[in-house]
């Protein structure tokens, strides 16, 4: 476990809805207040997602200006809460879309007491969110980021960085349905749009077992 707090949370930030077109500043901001069940990861990759550009624009409401964005973050765990189990001060460790949930800290949650924190009516998204203590919180594209213990993970040591930060966010988005409605031997699978999530799709599904999978697009281009 660590204690050292001397690194310095630098992002590239969008102040307003300019930002999608490129129009970002790189600036210091205040990640949310240090808690000792916390882990400070020092960020090499960070995959975009789509909703990264809807944020920006305040496609989905008005966003919280201003706002660093990212949410499939890997890197490298530099700072450790004394109260965090599994996760040590130089492991491989990633982020995704969710940071937080009430975790009871509310009073009874049968969402995380169930294990589907991903539905807690108080969770917090990785950026442009709020944590309960009011604090807010930055993405990915950035030097550093700060996040609940909970929902940090390791990687896999087989698994390239670059590989792994897309896996969480879209890979998770595709992944569950499928271990979810039992996808494996004696199953067939489609998979409707062969894009970002659609590719996906495809390797989940076969990577389960599933004794047939098809990929369905508008474009030969992709067969």
Known sequence: MSSSSDH????WMGVDKSAVDGKMVWQSYEPKSWEETDVDIEITHCGICGS???TLRSGWGETM???VVGHEIVGKAVRVGSKVTGIHVGDRVGVGAQCDSCLGRKGNCEE???GLENHCSHMTTTYDGKFLNGDKSYG???KYHRSPSHFVFKIPDGLPSSAAAPM???GITMYSPLKNNGCGPGKRVGIVGVGGLGHFGILWAKALGADHVVGISRRNNKQ
């Not at 310095?8 to 992002?11: A, L, T, V």
Request: aromatic share 16%; net charge negative; proline share 5%.
């Open 8 to 11: 310095k949370f630098e992002g």
């Open 52 to 54: 990264d550009l809807h």
């Open 65 to 67: 200006y201003p706002c």
């Open 112 to 114: 995380c007491a169930a």
């Open 140 to 142: 990915g594209y950035a």
């Open 168 to 170: 969480l966010c879209g």
